[in-house]
Antibody, heavy 118, light 110 residues
Framework: EEQLLESGGDLVQPGGPLRLSCRAS????????MTWVRQAPGKGLEWVAG????????YYAESVKGRFTISRDSSTNTVSLQMSGLRAEDTAVYYC????????????WGQGTQVTVS | QSVLTQPPSVSAAPGQKVTISCSGS????????VSWYQQFPGTAPRLLIY???KRPSGIPDRFSGSKSGTSATLGITGLQTGDEADYYC???????????FGGGTKVTVL
């Protein structure tokens, strides 16, 4: 069974850093792109960042460009999101998602991890 | 303001059909594959439709997807109370160089 388990969500002060991690299992990690999608309270889905299967290419939403960095480690089947300069508007549930070609489709989704900036 | 436009809500009686539109542009829907997601309150989204019209295993054929030009549509036939959820379309935008989602549509079964 394919599974994604996020961790690292926390309450953080504005301007502070936070690192999210996602451990993948049940599929060949090196053959899929990985993505982070977030959902602010009561709002819709927002694509945040994606990384290619090889890790050679990364992509970011304009709202996080320059502040967030996505990376992956094939030795531990882990994808990470390093966040800095956090703002109140970054408050959201962050989902780790396995994806095809970064944004062709997203499946499965992790259970999400809460990030609160206050 | 989402790049992809969806109606905020649609509704129909049990057994009826609803369609949810997702309107975009040449740089996103027309040039790239569209996928659709279902989300119940407090849970993670799940993939309903990928590559414009394909269903993952386990998704009933009451759910269908189509695309024409700069728009895509999700159809749900034989509406059930268990279909009450939020639905999102998603794709890649070739100009933004980023993934995008529609604003979401809430389906209500009357």
């Amino acid at each position: 069974e394919e599974q994604l388990l996020e961790s690292g969500g926390d309450l953080v002060q504005p301007g502070g850093p936070l690192r999210l991690s996602c451990r993948a299992s049940g599929f060949i990690f090196t053959t899929y792109a990985m993505t982070w999608v977030r959902q602010a309270p009561g709002k819709g889905l927002e694509w945040v960042a994606g990384i290619s299967a090889s890790g050679a290419s990364t992509y970011y939403a304009e709202s996080v460009k320059g502040r967030f960095t996505i990376s992956r480690d094939s030795s531990t089947n882990t994808v990470s999101l390093q966040m800095s300069g956090l703002r109140a508007e970054d408050t959201a549930v962050y989902y780790c998602v396995k994806s095809k070609a970064v944004a062709r489709w997203f499946d499965p989704w992790g259970q999400g991890t809460q990030v609160t900036v206050s | 303001q989402s790049v992809l436009t969806q109606p905020p809500s649609v509704s129909a009686a049990p057994g009826q059909k609803v369609t949810i539109s997702c309107s975009g542009s040449t740089s996103n829907i027309e040039r790239n594959f569209v996928s659709w997601y279902q989300q119940f309150p407090g849970t993670a989204p799940r993939l309903l439709i990928y590559d414009n019209h394909k269903r993952p295993s386990g998704i009933p054929d009451r759910f269908s997807g189509s695309k024409s030009g700069t728009s895509a549509t999700l159809g749900i036939t034989g509406l059930q109370t268990g279909d009450e959820a939020d639905y999102y379309c998603g794709t890649w935008d070739s100009i933004l160089g980023a993934g995008i989602f529609g604003g979401g549509t809430k389906v209500t079964v009357l």
